[in-house]
């Protein structure tokens, strides 16, 4: 069954510290590496503060800030104690082991698949920081920020690191099975669109939802934040392939093809349906196209991308519309239907358009003897396991940091704004 070469050659070799030792450092993939994590860094600071805080009102823009800023420093932090060892240190089919608490064994000379141990890491760590940050836009405006604190800790190495194990991680289980995630769509999408839904039906809408409105304060603000998750998405996806190769060149085209099909068929539905193409629109349609793409990045072909990102631009249109006005579900940054319901496609069309059948949409294409069918059971496994382990201990999670120091802020404070009460911080001096 076909595994991510680059990502089975480098996590077997960082498993494997005496000859990861060996390895000779490769100078071209590692400048890649490093300007990789550079651009994953930047979608979080500055580019998903700015969208997401641009989206907000004004009395809470502060906060959204602060909170992608808190979250960056926290799973760093956490990231170095244990998570790392969590996702990728030798351990069972479920969870990694401790042999890499504190990052022990990293070396300066530690390398594999011809780059640093360390430049891994520090990759891995911007995934794990964007991560948890996704999810605060489906409780913003109304959360403490002590809650927030507590349930970023918890769930980065309650959800974020098992997940990463199972599906990154040599021996993890849904590597073994096969599973085609090349650069997180179980692992980022699905967790923080899972997430990000449960986190909006235990906390509850926010006050005057769903009559009043409460439109963005700043779209300008948005589309920078937007244009700076598409820049950096190059190095999420064409980064997953750890190397400076062909494979990284073709993951960064159909990233940019999706985007781009996607946002265009946002809009047109959105202009088709409301006689006029909205901003907001084009660029909640690009995130829903990246988002897609990701797991299937590196294995599809432009066409491919193309069809990828026309299904994410349509459905996920079609799921904020269910999720927001006929549910009445305040996710309040559409979180779930973009990201969760992008994940979800992403990771199973990756295992139709990675198919070598389908000509100019096939990118490196299965293994021989694999067909589509069998394929789709391992995607669909992947999906299932992620969606409903996610679920479930986050909700655990948030009843647990409720019980503890309480998730949401009084309606006074919500009525007064976030950024003054809680911050003692203005975004705007009039």
């Known amino acids: 069954m076909f595994k991510a070469v680059s990502w089975m050659a480098l996590v077997a070799g960082l498993l494997a510290p005496s000859m990861a030792l060996a390895d000779t450092l490769d100078g071209a993939n590692t400048a890649w590496m490093i300007t990789a994590t550079a651009l994953v860094l930047f979608m979080t600071l500055p580019g998903l503060s700015l969208f997401y805080g641009g989206l907000v009102r004004s009395k809470n823009v502060l906060s959204i800030l602060m909170q992608c800023f808190a979250i ?46 360390s430049v891994f890491v520090m990759f891995q760590m911007t995934f794990a920081i964007i991560t948890p940050a996704l999810i605060i836009g489906a409780f913003a405006e109304r959360t403490r920020f002590s809650a927030v604190v507590m349930f970023t800790i918890l769930w980065l190495l309650c959800v974020y690191a098992p997940i990463t194990h199972w599906v990154w991680a040599e021996g993890g289980w849904l590597f073994e099975m096969g599973l085609l995630d090349f650069a997180g769509g179980t692992v980022v999408h699905i967790t923080a669109g ?71 068929a946002w809009m047109t539905l959105e202009w088709i349906k409301y006689g006029k193409p ?97 394929q789709l059971l391992v995607q669909l496994t992947g999906i299932g396991s992620t969606l409903v382990y996610t679920a479930v201990v986050t909700y655990i999670l948030f009843k647990l940091v409720d019980r503890v120091i309480g998730l949401r802020v009084s309606p006074e ?18």
């Open 72 to 117: 960056c420093c926290i799973s760093s932090l956490f990231w170095l104690l244990i998570g790392y060892s969590l996702a990728f240190s030798e351990g069972n089919a479920f969870i990694g082991g401790l042999s890499n608490v504190m990052l022990a064994n990293v070396l300066e000379d530690t390398t594999s698949g011809g780059i640093p141990e």
């Open 194 to 264: 899972v997430a990000a839904l449960v986190a909006a039906l235990v906390i509850g809408p926010r006050r005057g939802f769903p009559t009043q409105a409460m439109p963005p304060h700043n779209m300008t603000m948005t589309v920078t934040g937007a244009g700076m998750l598409w820049v950096g998405w190059f190095g999420f996806n064409a980064g997953s392939a750890l190397a400076a190769d062909g494979n990284a060149g073709m993951a960064m085209l159909v990233t940019h093809i999706s985007a781009a099909t996607a946002s265009l």
């Open 413 to 430: 404070v919500e009525t007064q704004g976030l950024d003054i009460v809680l911050h003692n911080e203005s975004g705007y001096d009039y």
């Open 278 to 374: 909205s901003v907001l629109g084009i660029v909640t349609g690009m995130v829903a196209g990246l988002g897609t793409i990701t797991p299937a990045s590196g294995y599809v072909g432009p066409g491919g991308a193309m069809v990828i990102g026309l299904i994410a631009g349509a459905v996920c249109f079609y799921m904020t519309l269910l999720v927001t006005r006929r549910l009445k579900i305040d996710d309040s940054l559409d979180v779930f239907p973009v990201h969760g319901v992008g994940g979800i496609l992403g990771t199973f069309l990756a295992g139709i358009f990675a198919s070598t059948g389908l000509g100019i949409f096939s990118g490196q294409g299965l293994a021989e003897g694999e067909t589509i069918g069998s």
